[in-house]
């Protein structure tokens, strides 16, 4: 008789992304990876947005424009017993964070035309690097629907990048600095701090073609984390001449 082998009770493998779909042989090229050039961009002014979170008083967030729900995934690890919401108009990506954070709601909806109930507010709104995204014209219904959507002197922490970005991507309407974003929150918002991030210069440049560039990804653990960890000391707070994303925490107008 075979010895029975005493098997894990679950089968369920931790992995956060679902790793069977990254290997490909699409039009004759192979490739065992996807990787996102700005990724460390990314990661470090998220990691700064969830710092910003942190300092708040709330009970309730909801994230405008969450996309698959990256930002809800770090804020639901902090605060497990908060009410965390994302909407967002892509159902698809609707659909992934609901299988990839299962801590937090979601939903698909627009909130400029009143897709949450009437009746729902929140302490806490995020709105990062979603203005970039909006028509001009269509701003100022935003700006309204998220302030209906907060309860009074609530927060609302938003990125945007700046004119200091060097390449402007084509689904972008426009960028933004200090005074034109400002402004644009004025009527409904009162700025509380704004933040100065992403540095543009040669060093940042160099650092993205390190990690990741025609010939090669880099994948020493050790090299890749030193460099991520030398560019959030060094490079990811700076001045406003030189960053590359704005970070803009505001506070809801008392209406008299």
């Given at each position: 008789?075979?010895?029975?082998?005493?098997?894990?009770?679950?089968?369920?493998?931790?992995?956060?992304?679902?790793?069977?779909?990254?290997?490909?042989?699409?039009?004759?090229?192979?490739?065992?990876?996807?990787s996102?050039?700005?990724?460390?961009?990314?990661?470090?002014?998220?990691?700064?947005?969830?710092?910003?979170?942190?300092?708040?008083?709330?009970?309730?967030?909801?994230?405008?424009?969450?996309?698959?729900?990256?930002?809800?995934?770090?804020?639901?690890?902090?605060?497990?017993?908060?009410?965390?919401?994302?909407?967002?108009?892509?159902e698809?990506?609707?659909?992934?964070?609901?299988?990839?954070?299962?801590?937090?709601?979601?939903?698909?909806?627009?909130?400029?035309?009143?897709?949450?109930?009437?009746?729902?507010?929140?302490?806490?709104?995020?709105?990062?690097?979603?203005?970039?995204?909006?028509?001009?014209?269509?701003?100022?219904?935003?700006?309204?629907?998220i302030?209906?959507?907060?309860?009074?002197?609530g927060s609302?922490?938003?990125?945007?990048?700046?004119?200091?970005?060097?390449?402007?991507?084509?689904?972008?309407?426009?960028?933004?600095?200090?005074a034109?974003?400002?402004?644009?929150?004025?009527?409904?918002?009162?700025?509380?701090?704004?933040?100065?991030?992403?540095?543009?210069?040669?060093?940042?440049?160099?650092?993205?073609?390190?990690?990741?560039?025609?010939?090669?990804?880099?994948?020493?653990?050790?090299?890749?984390?030193?460099?991520?960890?030398?560019?959030?000391?060094?490079?990811?707070?700076?001045?406003?001449?030189?960053?590359?994303?704005?970070?803009?925490?505001?506070?809801?107008?008392?209406?008299?």
């Amino acid at each position: 008789m075979e010895p029975v082998v005493e098997r894990p009770r679950s089968q369920a493998r931790p992995f956060p992304f679902p790793s069977d779909f990254i290997p490909s042989f699409d039009d004759g090229k192979f490739s065992q990876t996807w990787s996102v050039g700005w990724g460390y961009r990314y990661l470090a002014y998220t990691t700064r947005v969830v710092k910003e979170v942190q300092a708040l008083d709330f009970d309730s967030l909801i994230d405008i424009g969450c996309g698959e729900g990256r930002l809800l995934h770090e804020l639901s690890g902090l605060f497990p017993d908060k009410r965390l919401v994302g909407i967002d108009m892509n159902e698809r990506a609707i659909r992934f964070g609901r299988a990839f954070v299962p801590g937090a709601e979601f939903i698909c909806g627009d909130i400029e035309t009143g897709d949450l109930p009437a009746v729902e507010q929140f302490d806490a709104a995020t709105l990062i690097e979603v203005l970039e995204h909006i028509p001009p014209e269509q701003c100022a219904a935003l700006i309204t629907g998220i302030s209906r959507c907060l309860r009074p002197h609530g927060s609302l922490v938003v990125t945007v990048p700046t004119t200091k970005t060097r390449h402007v991507n084509p689904r972008h309407y426009r960028h933004f600095d200090r005074a034109t974003l400002s402004a644009l929150l004025d009527e409904a918002f009162e700025v509380r701090h704004v933040h100065f991030l992403n540095r543009v210069s040669f060093f940042d440049r160099l650092i993205g073609m390190l990690l990741q560039n025609q010939l090669f990804i880099l994948n020493e653990g050790r090299l890749a984390t030193a460099l991520y960890s030398y560019y959030v000391e060094h490079l990811l707070e700076t001045d406003e001449a030189s960053a590359g994303r704005l970070l803009a925490v505001f506070v809801k107008r008392q209406v008299l």
